[in-house]
């Protein structure tokens, strides 16, 4: 059998890569915490579940409209007038199979080969290789950590050329939590006024996770709304991971294009999982807000106690669930068995040696980092902190 040569182009992602070794080394009775993936430990509320479970009695289980059922793009609508003070119509809104098919669809719909794509790095993961699949050149803009992660407005007009079509980053971000202020936006914006060929994918899916106070959107400018996609969705604020939703907010003529481009690939999304959606954005935000409190105090005991830990060098997360240490001072290193080349290095060393998965940096284009994810228990992380220092320490 002769495989499709676009499947050379891309690569498992690495968060998946690491969640597969870290079961595979449960399977043969090794004690191992998970850092890798990022995905809620709490339960999705029950009134969601309820709402699932009405759905079924009502008889909500027959094929959807492509572009998700009326109630939830209305209630989308809802959400981004009464959280973001932004009017859509549900014209403007696709719902799709988890804000990943989102992106894909606007990629897909705006990159012929040849275009360029800006993506600040660090960036997560699937936006290089959506843009790979669709024959476009990802056009990577390093943000260190000397600027939270962020990207000036000097530095992104100097990657623009003739050939740029899209723009692509997370607020809050993935890997670094790193959250943009408004003012920051604004500056970007005024870039982005000057080049009228350009479209900005803005990938909000961590909203709700947000340390630093109100969310803002680049969306709300409207000099440059009419070329904003926004990408939200359910599995973080919602812990809602497994239901596979997501959706866009953009112009009719993309969404119109988006929702064509949907039709060829999976059609409608999961019925049941729309009737909860609505009970997600329209009722109680209480068990999402209580979620984001107890990842604020996970937070501040993970930066706190890698800061502690000799050579780390990191960033105090605004947003996300995320820690994205340096640990490019270990390069080099060696516990007497293993030498620290790389960041790839040093996850798989704390992998093997430390009994923790975490994510090479490198996946997200910042080669000097790794990726810890506090998605998981207090009890858990106290350990794993523990287990990272010693592990660390032994590296001389």
């Known amino acids: ?17 690491m969640a597969k070794l870290s079961r595979e080394l449960k399977a043969q009775g090794i004690d191992i ?34 572009a998700g059922v009326p109630e939830l793009r209305q209630a989308v609508c809802t959400k981004l007038k009464r959280d973001n003070g932004l009017d859509y119509l549900p ?17 897909l719909c705006l990159i012929n080969p040849g275009d360029e794509a800006i993506i600040p790095t ?63 936006l604004a500056a970007l914006a005024a870039v982005f006024e000057r080049y009228p060929h350009i479209t900005i994918i803005s990938d909000e ?28 969705g359910f599995s973080k604020g919602f812990a809602m991971t497994g239901w596979r939703l997501g959706y866009i907010a953009a112009n009719k003529e993309l969404a119109v294009a988006c929702e064509k481009l949907q039709a060829q690939f999976t ?27 107890a990842f604020a105090e ?14 780390i060098k990191i960033n105090n997360p605004a947003g996300a669930f995320y820690a994205f240490p ?19 290095d040093v996850a798989m060393y704390l992998l093997h040696k430390g009994h923790v998965t975490v994510v090479d940096g490198a996946a997200f284009g910042s080669p000097n980092n790794i990726r810890i994810s506090f998605a998981t228990s207090m009890d858990n992380l106290i350990e794993a902190i523990k287990r990272i220092q010693y592990a660390l320490d032994k590296l001389k």
């Open 1 to 17: 059998m002769q495989l499709a040569q676009r499947l050379d182009r891309i690569s498992e992602p690495q968060t998946i890569k």
């Open 33 to 66: 915490i998970d850092l890798s993936l990022g995905e809620p430990d709490f339960r999705t509320p029950q009134h969601i579940c309820d709402a699932a479970a009405q759905a079924m009695v009502d008889g909500y289980t027959k094929y959807t409209p492509v």
């Open 91 to 107: 014209e403007h809104i696709v719902v799709s199979t988890g804000a990943k098919q989102s992106l894909a669809n606007a990629v």
């Open 122 to 184: 660090p960036y997560w993961v699937t936006y290089a290789a959506l843009v790979t699949l669709s024959e476009g050149k990802p056009v990577f803009v390093p943000c260190g950590i000397e600027t939270d992660f962020k990207i000036c407005p000097d530095t992104l007009e100097a990657a623009i050329t003739d050939k740029t079509r899209l723009f692509m980053f997370s607020s809050p971000c993935n890997p670094t939590g790193t959250v943009y202020t408004r003012d920051e």
């Open 205 to 232: 899916i961590y909203e709700y996770i947000n340390y630093s106070g109100k969310h803002e959107s680049i969306a709300q400018f409207d000099s440059i709304k009419d070329r904003v996609v926004l990408v939200n």
């Open 267 to 293: 059609s409608g999304t999961n019925s049941i999982a729309q009737r909860a959606a609505i009970a997600a954005l329209l009722g109680d935000l209480t068990p999402s807000m209580d979620m984001v409190r």
């Open 298 to 311: 996970r937070k501040e005991y993970v930066i706190k106690n890698l800061a502690r830990i000799e050579g």
């Open 326 to 344: 340096d640990v490019s001072s270990f390069f080099g290193k060696t516990d007497g068995e293993t030498v620290m080349n790389t960041a790839e």
